[in-house]
């Protein structure tokens, strides 16, 4: 049974004993390359992980001898953060610079998010994954994830931050090529918005509404963003599964050359029901007060006892309450099966 621990969120200040606690030193040796693995949020999102936070990590790192940097890959929804130049431009107006964070920020899969490294995994959709290049030649992991609620997955925390967020854009349209949005004839007022963003330009009007053609869509969700008017779903079916499970495999492979060298971060503060990608603060609104921080070796457990921590201060399942149709527990199940952890954990509070 894996171990997680947890800080409330107002003992903040014993965050470097928490990663301590539970064995930054044995996962970070002198010389090692130190990915920390990031979202630096969305332009305009506010929900993101704060530099503040980071900074002492960054120092306990830099102790081991070790050398940090913060990271994170591209999107493949055309936000500010689909390309490295960009990308770093948002960590840098969210506070991430080297004088506040003490460390660099070194975006993973290149200029235009296609360096990558193939990654072998033994998984029910995937036998190779796309796994950015720079978090694959990383001696070591820290990741950090700000724990909230999540439009595909139910929720997002260690494993949707390792998988999705570890793939470079080509292993990002993989994962999300099993969801498919539709566009609501009721609900669109043909303003065109998302014509803009669609990568592949996969939208047209068809008697004076958006259509979306399935030949052309790539899943990205870029058009999910962009529509003031929610006239652009995703259809209720059993994709969700399928995103979950590949989310899964994708976290095989980025930590498949790391053994014994990651650990996870999660913190439970300003739980939203949407992930950190959206701008709009409309959808950046917490359900309910901070909970904690909690660290772990195990990236199943410290998602799995994170949920349960979210759910009892909630008083409810607050993310099956946020994504009905969504089955939260299969990226937790998936990653099980394929040995990433477990989901039976033991909480120690500090
Ligand atoms: S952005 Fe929304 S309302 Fe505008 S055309 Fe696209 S689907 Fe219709
Ligand atoms: S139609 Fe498909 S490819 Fe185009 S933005 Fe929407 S999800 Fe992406």
């Not at 796309?130 to 929720?155: M, N, P, R, T, W």
């Not at 006892?305 to 008083?315: K, R, T, Y």
């Not at 937790?332 to 952890?341: I, S, T, Y």
Request: a neutral charge.
């Amino acid at each position: 049974m894996s171990k997680v621990f947890f800080i409330d969120i107002k003992q903040g200040s014993l965050l470097p004993e928490l990663v301590l606690k539970s064995g930054l030193k044995e996962v970070v040796r002198k010389d090692n390359f130190t990915a920390i693995k990031m979202h630096f949020g969305e332009q305009g999102n506010i929900g993101y992980i704060k530099p503040h936070w980071v900074k002492p990590l960054v120092d306990l790192i830099k102790e081991q001898q070790a050398i940090p940097f913060l990271t994170d890959a591209s999107t493949i929804y055309k936000g500010k953060r689909s390309d490295a130049v960009n990308h770093s431009l948002v960590a840098a107006e969210h506070g991430f610079t080297i004088d506040s964070c003490g460390a660099p920020v070194i975006i993973a899969d290149g200029l235009r998010g296609n360096s990558y490294q193939n990654v072998a995994v033994k998984g029910k959709y995937f036998s190779s994954v796309k796994i950015a290049q720079d978090i694959y030649y990383a001696d070591s992991l820290v990741c950090l994830s700000h724990f909230k609620g999540h439009e595909l997955s139910g929720f997002g925390g260690a494993l949707k931050n390792l998988g999705m967020g570890c793939g470079a854009k080509a292993g990002k349209y993989e994962m999300h090529n099993s969801v498919l949005p539709e566009i609501d004839p009721l609900k669109c007022t043909a303003c065109r918005v998302c014509f803009r963003w669609c990568p592949t330009k996969a939208i047209s009007l068809v008697n004076d509404k958006a259509k979306i053609d399935p030949k052309k869509c790539i899943g990205c969700g870029d058009c999910i963003l962009s529509c003031s008017f929610h006239a652009v779903q995703i259809t209720w079916n059993e994709t969700y599964t399928a995103v979950q499970e590949k989310i899964a495999e994708y976290a095989a492979g980025a930590v498949a050359n790391k053994i014994n060298k990651c650990l996870y971060v999660n913190f439970l503060n300003h739980l939203t029901a949407y992930c950190d990608c959206y701008p709009s603060q409309a959808k950046d609104k917490p359900l309910i007060g901070d909970v904690g921080i909690v660290a772990s070796l195990d990236p199943v457990s410290i998602d799995q006892a994170s949920v349960d921590l979210v759910n009892q201060a909630a008083g409810r399942d607050l993310f099956k309450e946020a994504w009905p149709p969504i089955n939260w527990s299969d990226q937790l199940r998936h990653a099980e099966d394929l040995g990433l952890g477990e989901r039976k954990y033991t909480l120690e509070k500090i």
